[in-house]
Every structure is written in structure tokens, then in C-alpha cells.
């Protein structure tokens, strides 16, 4: 079974709120989970308390017992200083699209 740390959706439409849950990878986003360990509203200010609330006991206690966080929880993470945040490296993202290239290359040859 591999267990993630990961957001399930809540709220309304146009109003989400998040709960921070554990829940298998095979499971929906929003369906069974296994522990609930906080909740992140994004409608708040960055610097309000309230945006985010982590019982970070359970947090190394799951992670302790091999649970993987997704991207997002581990920005949470990463800025409370529990879990360390590689950097990505996407060389892809700057080569241009094709279009783009022949414009250019059309342009150098100008």
C-alpha cells in the first residue's frame, strides 16, 4: 500500500478550502483517506496564521512510517522546515515551440 500526504478539496464552489489528509494513492481526491492532519485555506492572506494549520507530530510520525507528500505538501513542508524541497530542473520548458523556432530561425536568416 503506498500512503501519500496529500489535499483533498472541500468547500464550496468558488470558496475551497483543503484538508490535509494520508490517504492510500489509489484512492479518489476527495474519498476515503486515512488521518486528517490539517487544512489550508488559500482564500486567506499568505502571512494570516489561519492559512495553514498542520499537526506536524502526525506529520513526522507518517512520514516516519514512509509516507510520500505530494508536491504542494511538501512546499508546506519545506517552509516549516520539516521536509527539504529538491529544486526541479525542466530543461524542456525553454526550448520553443515549433512555430516559434522556425520564426526565429526565419528571422536569423534575415
Known amino acids: 500500500m503506498s500512503v ?5 478539496r472541500a468547500g464550496t464552489k468558488k470558496r475551497p478550502v483543503y484538508h490535509v489528509v ?3 494513492s489509489r484512492f479518489p481526491r476527495d474519498g476515503r483517506f ?3 492532519l ?13 492559512r495553514l494549520k498542520l499537526d506536524m507530530d502526525k506529520v513526522k510520525a507518517w512520514l ?5 507528500p505530494s508536491d504542494r505538501v511538501t512546499r508546506f513542508l519545506d517552509d516549516a522546515g520539516v521536509v527539504k524541497r ?3 530542473n525542466n530543461p524542456e520548458k525553454a526550448v520553443p515551440r515549433k ?3 522556425a ?3 526565419a528571422a536569423a536568416k534575415a
Open 99 to 101: 512555430e516559434r523556432k
Open 22 to 24: 494520508v490517504a492510500d
Open 103 to 105: 520564426a526565429a530561425e
Open 86 to 88: 529538491t529544486a526541479r
Open 4 to 8: 501519500v500526504i496529500r489535499l483533498a
Open 64 to 68: 516516519a512510517k514512509g509516507a510520500q
Open 38 to 50: 490539517g487544512h489550508f485555506n488559500p482564500l486567506l492572506p499568505k502571512d494570516n496564521e489561519a
Open 34 to 36: 486515512i488521518e486528517r
